[in-house]
């Protein structure tokens, strides 16, 4: 059964009938209920109405669309975007207009599901190579290929929180005449200059081909997205079926939304610098307990537990105590590696980090 949220996204919610300090959204920057955002959303609700009812190649292009997708190209770095209703659709819209017959794919074996769903999508092969492992991804890049070779990987791996090493993978990727692809889905809005993402925090602008992201974690709203040069932008907008078939486009009022988010985030890293200072703090709050955080280097911090019973049970032991963080378990990571995926946001305050720290480290004691 679904946990049921009965208040704005924010550091503390009411969930399932009681109050707790929230470890467990991507709300990165505490965006989802920001006044700003809210206003250019009521604002845009009065002027265009609550939804867009067509595609935006019919009848469904407003100009908020277009203003988005060129400040967030600004905010990125690149030519231009192309704003999608998910990430997921614009993985799916993405690797197939990207990889055809012929192409290969290498894939880190750990990538979100919706990168392996875009790549099943596509009708290039896909190779897979070890998590993170370069010898690995260069032993695939020396096999033969008729076609394209497309290295795609994520920048911030979502269920360890660690980052992938982009600078030696767009080297492989020079070396072997290959295209980058990097979701930045939890890079976006917290690494880099003011959250520019994964891309920017290794200063790799002009070596990657191609960015897919998301909109509904730091940036608050929802939504995904896919940045590059114009000429890819315009080639998955003619082609690309998550985008063409999707009835109606992100409603006015989370487009509104979005500019706003984009605007603020573009003059204003004040929440992107709040954001790591609480992550630093709740990482030696860990460290002092003596708890396994794993390889993260990131505000996604899994505490890691290994059974898969004993996760569950120490979620269910914080909710009581009023801390929700989510068990994960096989399927969504290995066997043997269950555990708690916390993430940190700037919303959270130093008493609702304490009061978290303090629970984790009680309880997890208690059941080891």
């Known amino acids: 059964m679904y946990r049921t949220i009965y208040s704005p996204q924010g550091a503390r919610i009411e969930l399932d009938g009681a109050s707790v300090i929230n470890m467990a959204s991507n709300n990165y920057l505490g965006l ?58 614009a993985n799916t819209g993405l690797i197939p207009v990207l990889a055809v017959k012929g192409d ?24 897979v190579f070890k998590h993170m492992d370069m010898q690995s991804l260069e032993e695939r890049l020396k096999e033969p290929c008729e076609g394209k070779k497309i290295i795609i990987t994520d920048g911030v791996f979502s269920m360890d929180g660690d980052l992938a090493p982009l600078a030696q993978i767009a080297d492989l990727a020079d070396k072997y005449n290959a295209y980058l692809v990097v979701d930045d889905a939890h890079g976006d809005g917290v690494m880099g200059s003011f959250g520019k993402g ?9 070596r990657v081909f191609a960015e897919s992201g998301s909109l509904g974690k730091a940036f ?21 079926r998550s985008f063409i078939f999707t ?38 709050r860990m460290a002092a ?10 505000p996604i911090i899994p505490i890691m537990l290994g059974d898969e019973e004993r996760a569950k049970e120490v979620s269910v032991k914080l909710y009581e105590e009023g801390v929700y963080a989510q068990a994960v378990i096989f399927p969504l990571v290995p066997k043997g590696k269950a555990r708690l995926r916390v993430i940190i946001t700037a919303d959270h305050t130093i008493e609702d980090l304490d009061f978290a720290a303090n629970a984790i480290g009680k309880i997890v004691k208690e059941i080891l």
Not at 198 to 206: E, Y
Not at 228 to 235: H, S, V, Y
Not at 251 to 277: C, F, G, Q
Not at 289 to 298: H, Y
């Open 32 to 89: 989802a209920n920001h006044p700003s955002l809210k206003k250019a959303a009521s604002d845009a609700i009065e002027k265009y109405g609550v939804g867009a009812a067509a595609a935006r190649n019919i009848v469904g292009n407003y100009p908020l669309h277009t203003e988005l997708e060129e400040k967030l190209a600004k905010y990125k770095g690149v030519e231009a975007t192309l704003v999608f209703n998910s990430g997921v659709a």
């Open 104 to 127: 290969v794919i290498l894939s880190d074996e750990l990538n979100h599901g919706s990168i392996i769903d875009g790549c099943r999508l596509s009708r290039a092969e896909t190779k």
């Open 198 to 206: 994964t891309v920017d925090h290794f200063g790799l602008h002009g």
């Open 220 to 240: 608050g709203v929802a939504g995904g997205f896919i940045a590059g040069n114009r000429e890819l932008i315009d080639e998955v907008r003619a082609k690309g």
């Open 247 to 284: 009835a109606s486009p992100l409603a006015p009022n989370l487009t509104a939304a979005l500019i706003a988010s984009i605007e603020m985030l573009s003059t204003d890293d004040s929440l992107v610098k709040r954001l790591w200072n609480n992550r630093t703090y709740f990482m030696q």
């Open 289 to 298: 307990f003596g708890i396994d955080t794993g390889n993260t280097q990131t």
